[in-house]
């Protein structure tokens, strides 16, 4: 069983992979830290406690960082993606119980310091708690066994812009620590994810199981699915993101990945946040994610998270 934190900014795919996450006995979900992205950090956290609840999991969860590492917010939040909650307007009332007091980062550090070469970090939102981390101690590269990112478009066009990804657009520079970090990162970006697909089939088979849980996902990923209307053509469905760094996780076969330096664009306004692959023999090289064995990680998605 492998130990894992989970880093997210609770939106509609996050939710679908803290399930996954926590239904996997593959996985040792530690806790999970929250960032701003989809939503505020607030939201994220408030978000993160109601699928736990949902989930009967009573895991702890630690808010982390609420902008940008180096500048001010590159984007609005993604209200029209994931709802005005963040979960497809399916917020109904607040958990009973609260986060944690110490901080995303600090809880980060804390248990990579703590089990050397033993945390895998899941991150799908901003990769600002884990730079925050990296500052905080910069050993973690060294102790940390791997950190599986859902980030980046380096061989496609982006979704926020025509170079770059929504998450490390939303903080470029901390993508930029992170990947010149040295620590062995699995970039599992646009690359891959769009080649994945949820459809309106399967959430009814989830409602048919009559269920809070299924319910609650179901009518969350309605709202998804309307907002990727025109993104997916071969009927209405929606591109597991972040579920599939979960998945990656789980079993690293999922996905076929190169080696390379990722240079993530800091400067240029126009082409902000776009991430280069190149071979640079003197620069930290990461593993790329270029083929997905999509129907195999969907199969084993469906067959775990309600």
């Known amino acids: 069983m492998k130990s894992v934190i989970l880093d997210v900014d609770t939106g509609i795919d996050d939710s679908m992979a803290i399930a996954y996450a926590v239904h996997s006995p593959e996985l040792n979900v530690l806790g999970i830290t929250t960032v701003f992205g989809n939503i505020t950090v607030e939201e994220a956290t ?11 999991r009573p895991l702890s969860v630690y808010p982390g960082e609420a902008k940008p590492l180096e500048r001010d917010y590159t984007k609005p939040f993604a209200r029209h993606i994931h709802g005005e909650d963040g979960i497809g307007n399916q917020y109904r009332e607040p958990s009973t119980r609260q986060p944690q007091s110490l901080s995303g980062p600090e809880f980060i550090v804390q248990q990579i310091m703590a089990n050397p070469g033993e945390i895998t970090v ?7 708690n884990i730079a925050r981390a990296l500052q905080l101690e910069p050993q973690i590269a060294e102790h940390i066994d791997r950190l599986i990112v859902m980030g980046g478009a380096v061989t496609v066009p982006g979704n926020v812009t025509p170079f770059a990804e929504a998450n490390t657009y939303s903080d470029p520079d901390a993508a930029a620590i992170v990947f010149s970090s040295g620590m062995p990162v699995t970039l599992v970006g646009l690359d891959v994810t769009m080649q994945t697909l949820l459809t309106s089939a399967h959430l009814e088979q989830w409602r048919s199981l009559n269920t809070s849980l299924a319910t609650f996902l179901a009518n969350m990923t309605d709202f998804y699915m309307e907002a990727y209307k025109g993104v997916i053509t071969s009927g209405r469905g929606c591109a597991l993101h ?23 664009e800091c400067v240029d306004a126009d082409s902000l946040g776009k991430t280069t692959g190149v071979h640079d023999s003197q620069a930290s090289h990461i593993d790329v994610a270029l083929d997905v064995d999509a129907d195999r990680f969907v199969h084993h998605f469906l067959s775990h998270i309600v």
């Open 46 to 56: 408030r978000n993160t406690l109601v699928v736990l609840d949902q989930l009967e």
């Open 122 to 128: 899941i991150a799908v939102g901003p990769l600002t």
């Open 242 to 264: 972040d579920p599939l760094a979960v998945g990656v996780a789980i079993d690293p076969t999922f996905v076929r990945t190169e080696s390379y330096a990722v240079h993530v």
